[in-house]
């Protein structure tokens, strides 16, 4: 037995293969994608983070008695000038790759909010141009800060109804279990979508071309740089590495040896305390 952020690994022969499912967080800087992230790999709240990062993590899960192995993208869209800082942007790198979305914001941002329906929308618009349904969940996260509300529970279900996804308003530095349900309820919709399909992981397939849609979209949103692949004259692209999800041990920051702690785990870029 082996383990990934201390999780046991499944075995993997023939009859408990686990299944494949990736998934992608999207969201708004700063909505707590991270945060969730690394609640779920690790059971640990961060508290420093560095937001250029975005990395794929892997993990051993098991679901409802089945293996999974389950693949999460912490997504970082960085806009650049003219562009505005959140618009998203390379939109194929996961919308080609993921079987399932958490589409993330802060209850106490309103402008988050607003972030996360630009996304369901580029979502609902991949899935009428690819013709799949691709699950998403919306979670309104940092519950804790609910005396800062900017965003009330009921905006955030009428939003979910909207597009037809889940809705969790959830907290990155509470209770690990409810952050677990919400991301084992993702592999869920995600195994039914793939079920329904009989799909194997999906090729990343690129081209750079953009649909009539997209204008549509880009105009309403500023969504500028997204490109939506088809299936006519194709290039295959690789798939975007995974950086196995490690835990890599490092020498202390002098604030934290002032605190006696000789060694401090990272998870990339983030510090865990
Ligand atoms: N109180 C509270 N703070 C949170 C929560 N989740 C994240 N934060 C804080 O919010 C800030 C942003 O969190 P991140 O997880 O880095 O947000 P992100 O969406 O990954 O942001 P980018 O990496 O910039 O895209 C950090 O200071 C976190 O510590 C939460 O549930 N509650």
Redesign the pocket.
């Known amino acids: 037995m082996s383990s990934v952020f201390g999780k046991s690994r499944v075995g993997s022969g023939p009859q408990s293969a686990p299944l494949e499912v990736n998934l992608a967080i999207l ?10 992230t690394v609640k779920f790999l690790t059971r640990r ?3 420093e ?1 560095d ?1 250029n ?1 975005e990395d794929t993590y892997s993990s051993e899960e098991i679901v409802d008695h089945q293996p999974v192995h389950l693949r999460v993208m ?1 997504t ?2 960085l806009g650049f000038p003219p562009l505005p800082q959140d618009t998203p942007r390379n939109c194929e790198r996961y919308l080609n790759w993921a079987h399932a979305f958490l589409v ?1 914001y ?1 209850v106490d941002s309103r402008q988050s909010f607003e972030g996360s329906s630009s996304y369901l929308e580029l979502l609902a618009l991949h899935a009428k141009e690819t013709q799949r349904n691709y699950p998403a969940l919306l979670l309104g ?5 609910a005396q800062y509300r900017q965003v009330t529970e009921a905006e955030g279900a009428a939003l979910a109804g909207r597009f037809g996804c889940l809705f969790f308003e ?5 209770d690990f279990e409810h952050v677990q349900h919400v991301f084992h309820e993702a592999v869920r919709e995600a195994r039914r979508e793939l079920e329904k399909n009989s799909l194997a992981r999906p090729l990343f397939i690129s081209e750079e071309r953009a649909l009539p849609h997209q204008a549509a979209l880009t105009a309403r949103h500023g969504l500028a740089s997204c490109t939506f692949n088809t299936l006519s004259t194709v290039s295959l692209k690789e798939m975007p590495t995974v950086a196995q999800a490690k835990l890599v041990t490092v020498k202390s920051s002098r604030a934290q040896s002032k605190r006696k702690a000789p060694t401090l785990t990272l998870l990339k870029g983030f510090k865990i305390f």
């Open positions: 969201g708004r800087r700063g909505a707590g994608k991270s945060a969730l709240f961060i508290s983070y937001p990062l912490d970082a869209d993330v802060s996260n940092k519950l804790d800060m959830v907290s990155a530095c509470l």
